[in-house]
């Protein structure tokens, strides 16, 4: 009841409010709408009560309740969920492999490309493959491998073909060990 009869007054003083901006802002406009007839508060009433319903509905209470729909059966069977397969590495030709030691680099220095070397690329020296030439390292003691870029020239060290980048040794797997027994094919330009 108290919230119709402030509702009432806010409508009177909005009312002198728009009387006093529109009527050119005369004072007399605004008292003029100030002294307009209060209106009584209505009375409060119960809100109309809902018509009765002929057939009880699903959520009547103390009765019982209709079958729900039927689940539908489908012709087709339920699909499962197939694991994706993975990407397989791309397929290289490969021109030429061996077997030999390898060890790896981490120093800052120019490499015989004139590029900087980066010791968190997966790049390799050797001493006669052109440069950038992409060849598959792989670990003989885990079977790890990893495809690295050919952009230096080395190592000297006797019995070693292939000194790989931190990284790249890192992916095989021979950090601990730091000379280990690798196979290495030699894989077609794409």
């Known amino acids: ?67 729900g729909p039927a689940p539908k059966k489908s012709a087709k069977p339920a699909k499962t969920a197939k694991p994706k397969p993975k990407k397989k590495a791309p397929a290289y030709k490969v021109l030429k492999s061996g077997s030999c030691q390898a060890s790896y680099y981490w120093e800052g220095q120019m490499t015989a490309s004139g590029e900087p070397f980066d010791p968190s690329e997966l790049t390799a020296a050797h001493k ?38 931190k990284a790249a040794m890192a992916e095989v797997g021979g950090t601990g060990a730091g000379v280990i027994p690798v196979r290495y094919e030699v894989l077609a330009r794409r």
């Open 128 to 165: 006669t493959l052109p440069m950038g030439s992409k060849v598959r390292v792989t670990n003989k003691n885990n079977g790890r491998s990893v495809i690295v870029r050919i952009n230096d020239r080395g190592p000297y060290a006797g019995g070693r073909c292939l000194d790989l980048s």
């Open 1 to 67: 009841m108290l919230l119709i009869v402030s509702g009432v007054a806010m409508a009177v003083l909005a009312a002198g409010a728009f009387a006093l901006l529109s009527g050119g802002g005369s004072a007399e406009s605004a008292q003029a709408a100030q002294t307009a007839p209060q209106l009584t508060a209505p009375q409060a009433t119960a809100p109309a009560a809902d018509p009765p319903r002929a057939a009880p509905t699903r959520a009547s209470r103390g009765k019982t309740r209709s079958p």
